[in-house]
């Protein structure tokens, strides 16, 4: 069936360090992929979405490119800041079917 | 902002009793969801609805019921609470664009059941 794997945290980074968050996905034929950030005690926001392979989807200096040949939609920014300390959702939409499937979350401190 | 609200934003109840909670769109928006988010689980789907009236079930639906009586109110209710369905519930909705669609959140539901 349709899931979406990502890497176990906490991560922990230092101010200005490079930032990857690693997501893979199983699914049928060309799903939509996002990322989602969670604040504390916030709800999900979304943070950037790629609906097809070698899309780019980027905001905020995150960016994660649809790698169709690995199954994967990592996320990146290459110099985080304390703001950013939350917690991350991969998450997939098939093309068919109205569910959406997230992976646990990892979450992310990144320290002065 | 998709405008969705969630009512109530936290509830302490006892176990056996039953609850409600409330999803409210403001953008007619055809797809609401309903998920429980808890640690080391991430967001599992409970029940989602695509039109008045028109629901389906979600991975973990055991104990929940929903009404969906008009577009935008999407209602959850517990007949029976437990202390297992101790959560932060939110509601989501679809957007499309084109063929393709988005999921927006609300802010959360807070539910202690002693």
């Known amino acids: 069936g349709d899931s979406v794997t990502q890497m176990e945290g906490p991560v922990t980074l230092s101010e200005e360090a490079f930032l990857t968050i690693n997501c893979t996905y199983t699914?049928?034929?060309?799903?939509?992929l996002f990322w989602y950030v969670q604040y504390p005690g916030e709800g999900l926001q979304l943070l950037l979405k790629a609906t097809k392979a070698d899309d780019k989807g980027s905001n905020k200096g995150f960016e994660a490119t649809y790698r169709k040949e690995t199954t994967s939609f990592h996320l990146e920014k290459g110099s985080v800041q304390v703001s950013d300390s939350a917690v991350y959702f991969c998450?997939?939409?098939?093309?068919?079917?109205?569910?959406?499937?997230f992976g646990t979350g990892t979450s992310l401190t990144v320290i002065p | 902002d998709a405008g969705i609200t969630q009512s109530p934003r936290h509830k302490v109840t006892e176990t056996g009793t039953p609850v409600t909670l409330r999803c409210h769109q403001t953008?007619?928006?055809?797809?609401m969801y309903w998920y429980r988010q808890d640690p080391g689980h991430g967001l599992r789907l409970i029940h989602y609805?695509?039109?008045?009236?028109?629901?389906d079930k979600g991975e973990v639906s055991d104990g929940y019921s929903v009404s969906r009586s008009k577009t935008e109110d999407f209602l959850l209710t517990l007949e029976s609470a437990t202390s297992s369905q101790t959560s932060v519930y939110f509601c989501a909705i679809s957007e499309s664009s084109g063929s393709r669609e988005t999921q927006y959140f609300g802010p959360g539901t807070r539910l202690l059941v002693l």
């Open positions: 998450a997939l939409k098939p093309n068919t079917g109205n569910q959406f499937y």
């Open positions: 609805s695509y039109g008045v009236k028109d629901t």
């Open positions: 953008e007619n928006h055809r797809y």
């Open positions: 699914a049928t034929g060309y799903p939509s």
